[in-house]
């Protein structure tokens, strides 16, 4: 029953990214099952998903042909490694699948089980590259304060929250500028200017580094667990134009805006951006099954591969078959579907108008969204911008707010956040965005 359930969670489950005294006084929300768009509690209580689970379940959650392609695999060939020159056929279909997918000149992956695993194997290969360049002292990866990039060290040093840095040795040959959070950090500045002035730290950052000692920066189209900050028009331009100036590789984290989240298969797309190496994760598999890799350009693998030598690198379950089933099942429905078609044309332009009006909300400075991401910004002030206050308790009671309403949105501080399944209908649409306005009204009153 529920409350054995939960004494049992309380003292058997260490939850990543969860206060465990609070997890006490709170107590957690058990998820019992789910259907396209919806999540339901052990209590009955059915939700609209506005998070995709984790920013994963980009198709919902009824997809059989993608539960029964990884049954099938699983009673073929359940696991084989992709080690010591051996292969499967699933982890081949997948690779080729994903290179016609990602922008050109990506045709090259290596499979890990997850988003941080890609990232600290984009570690690994930045430094081969430059070694076998012979340039050595190419060794500084600059990413971006506030980023997320995951949670093994390498993930984590690339990662700019601070919370996160108190409690690790971040690696010491990352260093952070700053994001172009304009809302947050703009001051007087236009978001065109303020767009430009962010990209230009990426210049000064190199140049106070030496433009010969800085082998990568890496950084997600738009930072999404930062709080869906969507840079200003201005921004991606300007760096594009920083990075063609020296010899610096450009890692695109799409983790969160790969498969459609744009309305473009990624992020890279949507911004005309040339990745050399670009991590994903989550939605590959509609989450369904753990699945990350990094596609690695041509430029890249064929230094990697024409030099020799072994690369020392790998994961028991890197490519495992019946995730790389996952991702086909997966790649096949977005395809035949016409997924991503219909987030650019119908649900994405449609989600942008009604999201827009959530920004006349009194307690609302900000709402944006892209594509099928949006951000409310909380405040006490719309004038001043003034937050609540600063221990961030406006985001938690809207959250709880939300989902007492009948819709999952995260907190990030007092940054409300969305990332509902990219197959939501214009109906659904309607419904979020009134859920939401309900949770915003409440929470008003709960702070007034
Ligand atoms: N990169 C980004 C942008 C992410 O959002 C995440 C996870 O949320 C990761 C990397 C890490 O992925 P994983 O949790 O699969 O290790």
Redesign the pocket.
Known sequence: NKSQLLQQDREHLLHPFTDFHDLGKQGTRVITNADGAYITDIDGHRMLDGMSG??CCNLGYSRTEIADAIYEQLKTLPFYNSFFQCTTIPSIELADALSEVTPEGMNNVFFTG????A?DTNLRIIRRYWDLKEQPNKRIVISRTNA????TIG?ASLGGMSGMHKQFQALDYITHIQQPYWFGEGGDMSPEEFGVQAARSLDEKIQELGPDNVAAFIA?PIQ??GGVIIPPETYWPEVKKVLAKYDILLVM?E??FGFGRTGEWFGSDYYGLKPDLM?F??AVTNGYFPL?GTMVSDRVAEVIKAKGGEFTHGYTYSAHPAACMAGLATLNVLRNDKIIDNVRETTGPYLAKRWAELGDHPIVGEARSLGMVGALELVKDKGSRARFDDKCTAGGVCRDMSIKNGLVMRATGDTMIIAPPLIITTEQVDELVEKAHRALDDTAKALA
């Open positions: 984790l920013w997850s988003g941080s695993e990232n997320y990039h995951g949670s993930g997600e999404g667990a984290d983790v969160i991590t994760a989550k990350g």
